[in-house]
């Protein structure tokens, strides 16, 4: 077997382009050697003038910056190096690191730091793991030529440092067939991060294919996973493989599955662990080759010990899992993201992308964002319409929007709070990360018709206090609850009398 180090390449199947800026010439020498033993094309510099006339001239993949220049400080080079190259990735080494250095180093900006001294071992794992972050970053660029072009692609480029370790994650798990689990609220990119998932596994040339579980029955998701046989049910007027043969050789995304019944969850966890099924209304066992990725918004653990998802299940499908965070925790991100959106809407509609004015960029940080990535994109794009102008002021946005542009405190456990402000605020939160009034009443732990009335209550009170997504994804209950409780109430006096 030989030694011969592998050659890390671009995302572009290129050779890897690193900028070396270091004033020691022995270390520029040596991480020079280094890396084009990764068969990296290097540029090396000594100081900050030389790097910013490599960077006038030619593009970058990666950079390595020692944080000592002679009498520069490499830190002071950092915001020089992104005002020319935004996205570019840069490794700061030092011989003098401290904890103190380190953080301000990422909060610059920079991806990574090293301490000298490094072996060559160092360097390519740091190498290894830049270039797959790219990776993962170029295919999920490339995903919107595989969409309906009326949705715009999400941009996983982030300064959060949850957000990256995330894409870390994809990066790792996608050299595995093991399956996985995707959490993450409603908007927060879950079904793009599965198709980077697969695009960049050993399995990207075979079928990527999405079931969208809460939208069917289980007659009809049953069908629909595993294909039915001619007059099977109503309606089966024909032999259909169903989405698992479809996925073959690829991978199989479940959206939501735990809106899954339980005679499904049954014969999926089957599949899972034996690769077999059978057609409904057929004998014949079958296989299938298929990698399963499965996301969800809810708790699968309370749904576990309330009897409606099995643990069994949930143990094959968490064999790697992660947790994509709300936007509100990458705030960082908020404005890249919704210039990314600007853009796309502009391309679209064929005008200028317009700017956004600081007093609109204010606004869109002090809001939440219940919905996540959807909702920024839609309040975008309604903006942009309401708006044709070249400048996006605050009142370009929902006045849901400009509610958040000046909020009050928030109530905090421990500080000057009355119980009510801390009870309205937990009923808030709890409200706006369920899908139903039902569930949001079950983890308060009183009944849905109080609830609603509690609800009812807060909204009179402050018609500007409710968030979009509680109200979206419970309004339509409302009336269903309020003659709930009337009819209850109706039942008592009619058992009194």
């Known amino acids: 077997m030989s030694d011969a180090p592998a050659s890390v390449e671009s995302p572009i199947g290129q050779p890897t382009r690193v900028l070396v800026i270091d004033d020691e010439k022995n270390i520029r020498t040596t991480l020079s050697m280094a890396l084009r033993a990764l068969s990296c094309d290097v540029i090396a510099v000594e100081n900050a003038e030389g790097a910013m006339a490599a960077l006038r001239m030619q593009q970058f993949d990666i950079a390595f910056l020692d944080l000592r220049l002679g009498n ?40 990574d730091y090293l301490s000298k001294p490094f072996t060559p071992a160092h360097i390519r794992t740091v190498l290894e793991r830049l270039t797959n972050r790219q990776q993962l970053a170029y295919q999920v660029s490339h995903l919107g030529q595989m969409l309906a072009p009326s949705v715009p692609e999400v941009d996983f480029s982030t300064a959060s440092p949850a957000m990256k370790t995330v894409l870390d994650f994809i990066s790792r798990a996608a050299t595995s067939n093991a399956p996985v689990l995707l959490r993450g609220e409603s908007g927060t990119g879950k079904g793009m991060l599965a198709r980077a998932l697969h695009t960049q596994s050993a399995r990207r040339e075979g079928p990527f294919v999405t079931v969208n579980c809460p939208t069917l029955t289980e007659e009809l998701l049953s069908s629909e996973l595993f294909g039915h046989a001619k007059g099977s049910f109503t309606g089966a007027v024909c032999d259909r493989p169903g989405k698992v043969e479809a996925a073959a050789g690829g ?47 809810r708790d699968l653990e309370t749904a576990v010990r309330e009897g409606k998802f099995r643990e069994d299940l949930l143990f094959r499908l968490n064999v790697l899992e992660v947790a994509l965070p709300p936007l509100r925790e990458r705030r960082e991100d908020i404005l890249r993201l919704a210039r990314h959106f600007m853009v796309y809407f502009a391309q679209s509609s064929k005008r200028a992308v317009p700017s956004l004015a600081p007093s609109a960029q204010e606004v869109l940080r002090n809001y939440t964002w219940p919905g996540n990535l959807r909702e920024l994109s839609n309040e975008i794009e309604r903006a942009m319409v309401i708006y044709p102008g070249q400048l996006l002021e605050p009142e370009s946005f929902s006045r849901r929007i400009l509610g958040a542009a000046n909020p009050s405190p928030q109530p905090t456990l421990g500080e000057d709070f009355t119980l009510a402000e801390i009870e309205h605020e937990h009923t808030q939160r709890v409200l706006a990360r369920c899908r139903t009034l039902e569930d949001a009443a079950r983890v308060l732990g009183i009944e849905s018709s109080t609830l609603w009335r509690k609800r009812k209550r807060m909204s009179s009170s402050n018609s500007s206090s409710q968030t979009p997504a509680a109200g979206n994804a419970i309004a339509g209950e409302d009336a269903k609850n309020a003659k709930d409780a009337k009819d209850a109430k109706d039942a008592k006096g009619a058992a009194g009398s």
Not at 73 to 101: C, H, K, M, W
Not at 265 to 287: N, S, W, Y
């Open 251 to 297: 991978t199989l995304f479940l959206d939501e599955l735990g809106e899954m019944s339980p005679g499904i969850q049954a014969r999926l966890l089957r599949f899972l662990q034996e690769k077999q099924f059978e057609r409904v209304g057929e004998t014949v066992t079958r296989t299938a080759d298929v990698r399963v990725v499965a996301a969800t918004n």
């Open 72 to 111: 520069e400080n490499g830190l002071e080079l950092l915001p020089q190096i992104f005002s020319r190259t935004p996205a570019l990735p840069v490794v700061v080494i030092t011989a003098y690191a401290t904890i103190d250095t380190a953080v301000e180093a990422i909060q610059r900006g920079a991806v």
